[in-house]
């Protein structure tokens, strides 16, 4: 009958552990009509009690009531692995009342044992039936606690019945296997003895004391035992029973092992607190946006939106900061995102800050999902200063083209490995060609190159290419109308590098105007060297004729003056004769000054005796001018010079005598000549001071006078060169180097 609980005409109630009715058949209203109670509510406190007790000790109760003139019997029955138990009832109202006949007629029972034979029989029956329904439910109590049993034994789920002094009573074997242990360990061994940890032994005491069940999820512990296992973690379940005192008698203990699931949560706790962190250090505004509102953004959202506080930015609309001119764009973006489900290329728009500026953004979005709910994740990257920086780009690019262009100079960079060239477009204007219509190769390179440099720059590519040096190379050029133009290329070798293969790169520059110009240059200086020694020669000659009129003249008329001074002084009266005297000696010196001032303008000793005694009579007469000690060498002059060439060596190494009395502050000179089959040297030395120059050195141009860059420029024009060597503190050494062998026209 119990498993029809609607069809039995007895009482049937079914109430969870927690108190509550669940179930009531059609006799069991009277029986919640009794409690005053309906299906769906509590039972009464002191049937709680005993609904507590029949589940904690795995007993049935048996109660009777009262109700509307009938008795009734209810036995209350856990019911194993089930979160209720049943209640079930009978009207004993007539067992009751022959009883109570019973009692009553005992007195009578002598004289009316007869009469009341039969009705006794009856309630012998009624008492078979009432035992042979005892025998029946303590049948079911049995087989309950086998169910029980079974259920403890082979359940999957760490069981462990403990005494309030926490000793272990029973173990299940899952529990014994969680703790890699045999079920026999476990007898007459205390909990804390075999896992001793002080929090845990608080929890089990407060349950004792309480009475109170504890759980908790994903508590952590360590296997004293077990230390190589780290940290498990383990759901609780701790629950107490009482015995008839209402005394904690057992604790039963439930454990489950929640280690891959803690360790999994805290791997996902971590990796999205990275994320998060992640989220925070890019550089670029991210949103996440749900229902058209902004619900989350990170740091770089406020400063590229230059928002103060977050208040102005959260549960806003990303539209609220986008201008009128990109909605469609970010309507188009949002829309696409939806569509197709999945990550939309980044495109551009524009957006209004808060405190009024205007930013160019790229945006990109994806969309995701909050809670069930469809939501978009929307990336801000601000490329104000990228774009600022690529018109800056462009603006450079095009001055460089334009200055490329100005100067007819291009650049090229040739990749080895790919045999590709790529060119300015001026490189292409260069050999008059069209970019967009031909592709520079070297092939086409060599067939505008003029046939009879060809070979020249082939040379200086394969020469690059196998040696990895540079080359500096002028060559012509034919372009498609025939015209020759003249190229100057500049080229460099670079190795491999992680960003760029093997290659050649470089310029070239259209020099043909340059060439021009400088050919024209090469012969104005030629012209004007020329002239220059026209003017010398006239210079010189004139210098001369000046000399000797100065000589035979001027010099004779004075010599002859200051004879017959001299004559006349030795008749004249004393007095007069001191007067004659000074005038004397000032005509004799104006004759030394004149044959000075002669010799200076034209040394009659270099035309009469030639260069290497006039540059020995020129030391000597410097030495004792100037006091300062001279050396003269020479090996032997044995060639005759040109009178140009013999008056510009003489005036050469006068001049650096003169700036060694003015400048040097030597007080030793040294001059030496020597001469071979090639060329004629002089080298002038001191031991002055110095002019900090590297060896050999460049002469400085001199303002005015006849000057060492006048003698280097004469030197160069007939194929001769100046060279000086000095250092501070150590003289100056000058070596004059005039080849023997120059063309006529030069002189």
Known sequence: MAKFPAENPHPVLRISHQGEILYANGPGTIVLDYWQRKVGQMVPAYWYQLVTDVINKGANRVEEIRHRDHTYSLVLTAIAGMNYMNMYGRDITAQRKAEQELRQSHDQLQ?????????????????????????????????????????????????????????????????????????????????????????????????????????????????????????????????????????????????????????????????????????????????????????????????????????????????????????????????????????????????????????????????????????????????????????????????????????????????????????????????????????????????????????????????????????????????????ERTVQVRAEHHGQSPVQQPGLRGTIQDVTEQKKIEAELRESQRKLRSLASELEKVGEKERRQIAVDLHDSIGQILAFSARELKGLQKILPEHFSQTVQEVTKQLDLAVKQTRTLSFDLSPSILYDLGLEQALEELTERFSAEKKISYTYESDGLEVSLPDPIKILLYRAVRELLVNVCKHAQATRVKVSLCCNEQQIQIRVEDNGQGLGLPAPAVLPKQDKGFGLYSIGERLDHIGGKLEMESSPGRGLKVLLTVPLAMEPNLL
């Open 111 to 483: 004289v009316k044992v007869r009469e009341r034979t039969a009705e006794l029989g009856r309630m012998v029956k009624i008492l078979q039936d009432e035992v042979r329904q005892r025998i029946e439910i303590e049948t079911q109590l049995r087989e309950s606690s086998e169910l029980l049993d079974a259920f403890f034994s082979h359940s999957l789920t760490p069981l462990v019945i403990l005494d309030r002094s926490f000793n272990f009573v029973r173990v299940n074997e899952a529990y014994a296997q969680g703790c890699q242990r045999e079920i026999s360990e476990f007898a007459g061994r205390n909990h804390f003895e075999l896992y001793p940890n002080v929090e845990n032994q608080k929890i089990f005491e407060t349950v004792v004391q309480t009475k109170v069940p504890y759980q908790v999820t994903g508590k952590p512990f360590t296997f004293p035992d077990h230390p190589e296992w780290g940290v498990t973690y383990w759901d609780w379940n701790l629950n107490p029973l009482l015995d008839e005192t209402g005394e904690v008698e057992y604790l039963v203990f439930s454990l489950r092992d929640v280690t891959q699931r803690k360790q999994a949560e805290m791997a996902l706790q971590e990796s999205e607190e990275q994320y998060r962190h992640l989220v925070e250090l890019l550089p670029e505004a991210v949103f996440v946006i749900s229902q058209e509102k902004i619900t989350y953004f990170n740091q770089a959202a406020l400063h590229i939106l230059k928002v103060a506080g977050e208040e102005h930015l959260l549960g806003t609309s990303i539209r609220d900061f986008v201008l009128p001119a990109s909605m469609e764009c970010l309507n188009e973006i949002l829309q696409r995102v939806h569509v197709h489900q999945g990550k939309i290329a980044p495109r551009e728009i524009q957006v209004k800050c808060l405190d009024g500026s205007m930013i160019e953004v790229e945006i990109s979005a994806a969309p995701i999902q909050l809670s069930g709910i469809p939501g978009d994740l929307v990336i801000f990257r601000d490329i104000t200063e990228q774009k600022y920086q690529q018109q800056l780009i462009r603006q450079s690019e095009m001055r460089l083209s334009e200055a490329q262009h100005i100067a007819h100079l291009g650049n090229w960079e040739w990749d080895l490995a790919s045999d590709e060239i790529w060119c300015s477009d001026e490189v292409y204007s260069i050999f008059g060609l069209a970019p967009q219509d031909t592709r520079l190769t070297l092939e086409l390179i060599i067939a505008h190159t003029h046939p009879e440099d060809r070979d020249l720059v082939r040379r200086a590519i394969e020469e690059t290419r196998s040696q990895g040096k540079g080359f500096l190379l002028h060559h012509r050029i034919v372009l498609m109308d025939q015209t």
